[in-house]
């Protein structure tokens, strides 16, 4: 069956220092990684996706990833924070197959931006 | 555009009431999914389908049921609320492409007293 572990469950991080946020993941077969972003009282919002390629994904507000297969990791990256960014961060995997569409998702990450 | 809409954003009822929580989505996607958010679980699956007259279990489907009548909707009821379904809920949807993004409501906020 397929897991998402997100080990750290909140992080503290100076506003415009560097972020990195971890997940790992446990599947079968090639992932379909996804980070999300909630914002608090708010839906998920879908920061980036990996489906195949280029291991280094970009997505919106500046945010990266990287697709590590060795280390079955897709670790979230921002060079520098700003205050907005303070939100619960969430990676999911899957789907697994066609007709199978559903995500595993990780327990979260809280970020909170300190001045 | 596009969206995603749920009702109502909060609702407080009382254990043993049936309660229904809509789901509404213009993106005219198969694919729509339930789901409860509880503070150290993340998110998790209640019910699904893939289209019309279709409907799965999750992994945390008892004491839930939806039904899909149409392309656009999919009701999650609680036949008989308890105070271990207090929680927020979300709907996704995700279109036939495969793999394909899920896409999120606004939750609904649900306590059960």
């Not at chain 2, 909707?73 to 008989?80: A, K, W």
Request: glycine share 10%; with cysteine.
């Amino acid at each position: 069956a397929q897991s998402v572990t997100q080990p750290d469950i909140h992080i503290t991080v100076s506003e415009g220092a560097s972020l990195e946020l971890r997940c790992n993941y446990s599947y079968g077969a090639t992932p379909y990684l996804f980070w999300y972003v909630q914002s608090p009282g708010q839906g998920l919002q879908l920061l980036l996706k990996y489906f195949s390629g280029d291991t280094l994904v970009q997505g919106i507000k500046g945010f990266e990833a990287e697709f590590k297969r060795s280390q079955s990791s897709f670790n979230l990256r921002k060079p520098s924070v700003h205050w907005s960014d303070a939100a619960e961060y969430f990676c999911a995997v899957g789907p697994s197959n066609f007709g199978n569409e559903k995500l595993t998702f990780g327990t979260g990450t809280r970020l909170t931006i300190i001045p | 555009d596009a969206e995603i809409t749920q009702s109502p954003r909060h609702k407080i009822t009382e254990t043993g009431r049936q309660v229904t929580l809509a789901c509404h989505q213009t993106w005219n996607h198969n694919n729509m999914f339930w789901y409860r958010q509880d503070l150290g679980h993340g998110l998790r699956l209640i019910h699904y389908s893939y289209g019309v007259q279709d409907t799965n279990k999750g992994e945390v489907s008892d004491g839930y049921s939806v039904s899909r009548s149409n392309t656009e909707d999919l009701p999650l009821t609680l036949e008989s609320a308890a105070s271990s379904q207090t929680s927020v809920y979300f709907c996704a949807s995700s279109g036939q492409g495969f793999p394909d993004t899920q896409y999120f409501g606004p939750g609904t906020r649900l306590t059960v007293l």
